[in-house]
């Protein structure tokens, strides 16, 4: 007894640790230390006034690193500023959504001004009608945000009718950002880069829309000086510059694009993408419809730059001189796996390629097609290998192997599966099976691989033979369901995800695929088809929402009441072991 009874103590000190353990791992694991150091400030007034206690630029101004900054507004609402945000330390701005809520520099002001090594997230706003075109000159960019950090992280954001003399909507210098899923629209800057300009900056941008931004000079959507950023599955369209670079215009800089579309652009010279002393990576993106008034409607390589550009697809672009795209002045792009269809020189020559003086183009496994006149050289020496190219038009000079003039029965540009938009092989294509594989990219531009089932590589940015699976989307009133409508590959491994939104004053109630009831996300409203194999039929039912005062709706549960209860346990256990 005398033994039995000695250990209890040592059994209630080895479970106090125990629960004391488990406290501190809870604590750790949930990132508690960053709630009991950082605070939330929450916006209650749509005023400029610093003296404001519910402001903006109070929270702004008195927050403290990682302090969160959130919004209790009456939605939709508008804060007009009277002079620019300057944000110095790290901090996260979460507002309401884009279309809830504006940020606006009333056209007398810029933004957002940073500037700090610590970390800063905007999200969920709209910043709109910043004006950076005062007399100093570091005033003169960065209509929407003027950005010197590496660690800013912009998510969800709207960027509309800001001016600069460059940079409309977004300025970075000697910066590397995180811009994603963001819509610049609508800016315009007196000199370069009516959506966004980086100098000597990397930063990455993923998902993102620059439609109907304006430059007087060049990079219409952006402009890239001494930067090497990371663009991917982002859409230039519509944007429009009075010189170069419609879509994108690059300075001597690197940038890797990958996935993208460039549409509908304008410029003089090179309507989808400008390159000047430049060597940008280019894979699997989509140039159509652009025009140049010049040379380069889809794009243009001047002054010895040499891009790759594999697996891309250039289609209905025009240009006086080089249609799909022109090459000036000792450049010597690589061009890899690309299709070429329709496109056109409006009055010159070389309606899917022009090349002047001394370039040097290297071309493999490509489709020149429906183009009066396909390649046009002036002192320059093209290499085509293994190319389909119509009437055998390879223009004189060029150094030619492996050459056919049979119908590639291209189809239209279309959904094809994939980020984005080819033009398909018909039945007994001539590009089927008849490329090389040497230097060729593993996939095609949609991701299919290549080559398809035992065959041997196809010619042009599409591999024939993959099934392509649909998906339709329907949903009831009081909401929407996005896209309406997606295309799979046949590869087991290419995911689709659909955004179930409710408008206001609904909710959603159920989710249904090929008319059984299914789980959702609900936190982000959205469905995600893992691993297509099949065509599937999805449809949201929205209701009439209805308020619940007594609930959280889980995602604000606090931890205090758990942390709470796991600090009385170990009193509560020795408790009820002395009784």
């Not at 000190?13 to 990132?31: E, K, P, W």
């Not at 954001?157 to 800001?162: A, D, I, Q």
């Not at 008034?293 to 550009?309: A, K, L, T």
Request: proline letters at 4%; charged letters at 15%.
């Amino acid at each position: 007894m005398k033994n039995s009874c000695s250990r209890i103590p040592f059994r209630h000190s080895i479970a106090f640790m125990f629960f004391t353990f488990v406290l501190v791992a809870f604590i750790s694991f949930t990132g508690t230390a960053t709630v009991v150091y950082a605070q939330t400030l929450t916006v209650t007034s749509t005023s400029d006034d610093v003296l404001d206690t519910g402001s903006l630029r109070y929270a702004i101004e008195n927050a403290t690193t990682q302090d969160v900054i959130s919004f209790d507004l009456e939605f939709p609402a508008t804060i007009v500023l009277g002079e620019e945000l300057k944000i110095y330390h790290g901090l996260a701005i979460q507002g309401p959504g884009a279309d809830m809520l504006a940020i606006s520099g009333n056209h007398t002001c810029r933004v957002f001004y940073i500037d700090t090594v610590e970390s800063v997230d905007i999200s969920d706003i709209s910043i709109v009608s910043g004006d950076a075109t005062g007399d100093n000159y570091v005033r003169k960019t960065g209509g929407g945000i003027q950005n010197l950090s590496d660690n800013l992280t912009v998510f969800n954001c709207h960027f509309s009718g800001n001016n600069a003399d460059s940079g409309g909507g977004m300025y970075n210098r000697d910066s590397s950002p995180t811009v994603t899923n963001c819509i610049f629209s609508s800016n315009s800057v007196d000199y370069y880069g009516g959506g966004m300009y980086n100098f000597e900056s990397s930063p990455t941008v993923t998902a993102c829309i620059f439609s109907s931004n304006i430059a007087a000079f060049r990079g219409g959507g952006m402009f890239n000086n001494s930067s090497s950023p990371k663009v991917t599955n982002c859409t230039f369209s519509s944007n429009s510059v009075d010189f170069y670079g419609g879509g994108m215009y690059n300075w001597l800089s690197s940038p890797t694009v990958t996935a993208c579309i460039f549409s509908s652009n304008i410029a003089v010279h090179g309507g989808g993408m400008f390159n000047e002393t430049s060597s940008p990576k280019v894979t699997n993106c989509t140039f159509s419809s652009n025009t140049a008034d010049y040379i380069g409607g889809g794009m243009s390589n001047f002054f010895s730059s040499n891009p790759e550009v594999t697996n891309c697809t250039f289609s209905s672009n025009i240009a006086d001189d080089g249609g799909g795209m022109g090459n000036y002045s000792d450049s010597g792009p690589t061009v890899i796996d690309c299709t070429f269809s329709s496109n056109s020189a409006s009055i010159g020559s070389g309606g899917v390629m022009c090349n002047m003086e001394f370039c040097s183009p290297t071309v493999t496994n490509c489709i020149f097609w429906d183009a009066d006149d396909e390649i046009d050289n002036v002192n320059s020496k093209p290499t085509l290998s293994y190319c389909v190219v119509q009437n055998n038009d390879v223009g004189e000079g060029t150094i030619s192997n492996n050459i056919t003039s049979a119908d590639p029965m291209l189809q239209p540009l279309a959904d094809n599966g994939g980020p984005t938009w080819t033009c398909a092989l018909g039945e007994d294509s001539s590009a089927i099976d008849a490329g090389t594989d040497s230097g060729a990219p593993s996939t095609d531009q949609r991701g299919a691989p290549r080559p398809y089932n035992g065959g041997s590589f196809d010619i042009g940015a599409y591999e024939s033979g993959l099934e392509v699976y649909v998906i339709t989307a329907t949903c009831s009133d009081g909401g929407t369901i996005s896209p309406v409508e997606a295309h799979a590959l046949e590869t087991d491994t290419e995911d689709e995800v659909f955004y179930l939104l409710p408008e206001e004053g609904y909710e959603l109630e159920a989710v249904f695929v090929d008319d059984e009831a299914v789980s959702y996300d609900e936190a982000c409203n959205t469905y995600t088809f893992q691993d297509v194999t099949g065509n599937h039929v999805i449809s949201a039912n929205f209701q009439p929402s209805i308020d619940d005062d007594g609930g959280s709706g889980g995602c604000g549960i606090s931890s205090l009441p758990t942390i709470g209860f796991l600090l009385l346990m170990p009193f509560m256990f020795l408790f009820r072991k002395r009784k």
